[in-house]
């Protein structure tokens, strides 16, 4: 995986920006992950505070584990929703959480054979052709989420006003990304969001009845207050069902590596190695588990961000994980950036999922992917339509229990199967 530092690159791993870039460079990171990471507690019945909290230190101990060299921003992930749902129902939540810390384990022995055994193997497991397509559909499994956001109210219907809003916080991100000059050139999804946000503020004073941010919320919050936290508790059922959603999210991890490798230019898999980076990984979803927060994953909202700003300074994204910390503690702070529109978060989203689908492709442009081989064409296709068609599989574990392995797992995992037992042709 031969990767090639841009000439454009404005900050670079080890690069440390002036305090007054930094900061906003760091909030604007803040921004990218906050809808998601709350939105996982919200669905699956933690708390947000502490899912903050503990994307927050878990980023600062991925930092640690990885010799800060990867700009990675770890947040809740998605992946684990129906097993944090469904082990909280049959058992309670502290044994969803010894589920987590399971797969915490279980991803620090998948590090550790990759330290022994090294990580050519994966290069046959996961040639350009399967990564560039799985970084494609990474992507665009998230375009769905964006055009929801861009398009749809609180009831899922469509809205003019919401396309609108959308279309004006996408439009200044474009121009802010194109034309800015200077220091504004590197945060132009953080203009693009404050110019959204004001403008979807303004549109609500002259047309009350289509407001959309409701300042109450603010008010009722405390200053200052603690995550709630939780120990975990341990049982078999629950720990087969996070492993084996752990070897899902493990390929995720490969994909999100590697698309960080190709934005960054740098490889990830050598320096600091991908035991390294899936040893950080999982002890940040250990961490997370003892307090009460959900398993944490590498962020492709954060990627995105990476990729459209050219700033890959890792004290960004530790600036990042501090301030995720700190608005942990204050939740006015946290109810204020809950205010931020769907609409404008959509129309960020669609120039940010966007960026990542396209590093796919020039993966599979510089890697000269050849598609006259029906091998190749074969292997993308199947992956393309799993990973955005929403394919599925689904069976029953244990006592009332569903396992599913969907979108970009799945896609992951078929595919590496089709390049292994598919016959490569002779020259």
Same mark, same amino acid.
């Not at 699956?44 to 994307?55: D, V």
């Given at each position: 995986?031969?990767? +090639?530092?841009?000439?454009?690159?404005?900050?670079?791993?080890?690069?440390?920006?002036?305090?007054?870039?930094?900061?906003?460079?760091?909030?604007?990171?803040?921004?990218?992950?906050?809808?998601?990471?709350?939105?996982?507690?919200?669905?699956?019945?933690?708390?947000?505070?502490?899912?903050?909290?503990?994307?927050?230190?878990?980023?600062?101990?991925?930092?640690?584990?990885?010799?800060?060299?990867?700009?990675?921003?770890?947040?809740?992930?998605?992946?684990?929703?129906?097993?944090?749902?469904?082990?909280?129902?049959?058992?309670?939540?502290?044994?969803?959480?010894?589920?987590?810390?399971?797969?915490?384990?279980?991803?620090?022995?998948?590090?550790?054979?990759?330290?022994?055994?090294?990580?050519?193997?994966?290069?046959?497991?996961?040639?350009?052709?399967?990564?560039?397509?799985?970084?494609?559909?990474?992507?665009?499994?998230?375009?769905?989420?964006?055009?929801?956001?861009?398009?749809?109210?609180?009831?899922?219907?469509?809205?003019?006003?919401?396309?609108?809003?959308?279309?004006?916080?996408?439009?200044?991100?474009?121009?802010?990304?194109?034309?800015?000059?200077?220091?504004?050139?590197?945060?132009?999804?953080?203009?693009?969001?404050?110019?959204?946000?004001?403008?979807?503020?303004?549109?609500?004073?002259?047309?009350?009845?289509?407001?959309?941010?409701?300042?109450?919320?603010?008010?009722?919050?405390?200053?200052?207050?603690?995550?709630?936290?939780?120990?975990?508790?341990?049982?078999?059922?629950?720990?087969?069902?996070?492993?084996?959603?752990?070897?899902? +999210?493990?390929?995720?991890?490969?994909?999100? +590596?590697? +698309?960080?490798?190709?934005?960054?230019?740098?490889?990830?898999?050598?320096?600091?190695?991908?035991?390294?980076?899936?040893?950080?990984?999982?002890?940040?979803?250990?961490?997370?588990?003892?307090?009460?927060?959900?398993?944490?994953?590498?962020?492709?909202?954060?990627?995105?961000?990476?990729?459209?700003?050219?700033?890959?300074?890792?004290?960004?994204?530790?600036?990042?994980?501090?301030?995720?910390?700190?608005?942990?503690?204050?939740?006015?702070?946290?109810?204020?950036?809950?205010?931020?529109?769907?609409?404008?978060?959509?129309?960020?989203?669609?120039?940010?999922?966007?960026?990542?689908?396209?590093?796919?492709?020039?993966?599979?442009?510089?890697?000269?992917?050849?598609?006259?081989?029906?091998?190749?064409?074969?292997?993308?296709?199947?992956?393309?339509?799993?990973?955005?068609?929403?394919?599925?599989?689904?069976?029953?574990?244990?006592?009332?229990?569903?396992?599913?392995?969907?979108?970009?797992?799945?896609?992951?995992?078929?595919?590496?199967?089709?390049?292994?037992?598919?016959?490569?042709?002779?020259?």
């Amino acid at each position: 995986m031969a990767n +090639t530092p841009s000439k454009f690159v404005k900050y670079g791993p080890a690069d440390k920006p002036p305090m007054g870039q930094w900061i906003p460079l760091s909030i604007q990171h803040v921004f990218a992950m906050f809808g998601a990471t709350i939105l996982v507690p919200i669905l699956t019945g933690l708390s947000p505070s502490t899912a903050l909290f503990t994307a927050g230190t878990g980023t600062l101990l991925y930092i640690l584990i990885t010799g800060a060299k990867v700009p990675a921003f770890l947040g809740s992930s998605f992946a684990f929703i129906p097993a944090l749902i469904a082990i909280s129902a049959a058992y309670g939540l502290p044994y969803a959480m010894g589920g987590a810390f399971v797969s915490g384990l279980f991803y620090t022995l998948v590090a550790f054979i990759i330290k022994k055994s090294g990580y050519n193997w994966l290069n046959k497991a996961l040639p350009p052709v399967v990564i560039g397509s799985v970084i494609v559909v990474i992507g665009l499994n998230l375009a769905p989420t964006a055009i929801g956001m861009a398009m749809n109210d609180a009831s899922g219907n469509y809205s003019l006003y919401f396309l609108m809003i959308a279309t004006v916080t996408l439009a200044l991100t474009i121009i802010a990304n194109i034309f800015s000059k200077g220091f504004f050139s590197i945060i132009p999804i953080l203009l693009g969001l404050l110019g959204g946000y004001f403008f979807a503020l303004i549109m609500g004073l002259l047309f009350p009845q289509y407001a959309l941010i409701n300042f109450q919320a603010v008010k009722d919050a405390a200053w200052f207050g603690l995550p709630t936290f939780a120990l975990p508790k341990f049982n078999l059922v629950a720990s087969i069902t996070f492993i084996i959603v752990s070897l899902a +999210t493990i390929c995720e991890h490969l994909g999100d +590596t590697l +698309t960080i490798s190709k934005v960054v230019g740098k490889d990830f898999y050598k320096d600091p190695g991908l035991h390294k980076t899936i040893a950080g990984d999982g002890l940040a979803t250990l961490w997370a588990s003892f307090w009460g927060g959900p398993p944490n994953t590498t962020y492709g909202e954060n990627i995105g961000v990476l990729a459209l700003t050219r700033v890959y300074s890792v004290y960004v994204t530790g600036g990042a994980a501090v301030v995720a910390v700190f608005l942990s503690f204050f939740p006015k702070f946290g109810a204020l950036i809950q205010t931020i529109p769907s609409p404008v978060l959509g129309g960020i989203s669609m120039l940010l999922f966007g960026t990542i689908a396209s590093s796919g492709l020039r993966t599979l442009v510089d890697s000269g992917v050849n598609y006259e081989d029906k091998r190749n064409l074969t292997i993308s296709s199947v992956i393309l339509v799993l990973g955005i068609g929403g394919g599925t599989l689904s069976f029953m574990i244990g006592k009332d229990l569903t396992f599913t392995l969907a979108g970009v797992a799945l896609a992951t995992l078929v595919g590496i199967l089709l390049n292994l037992v598919l016959p490569k042709e002779q020259a």
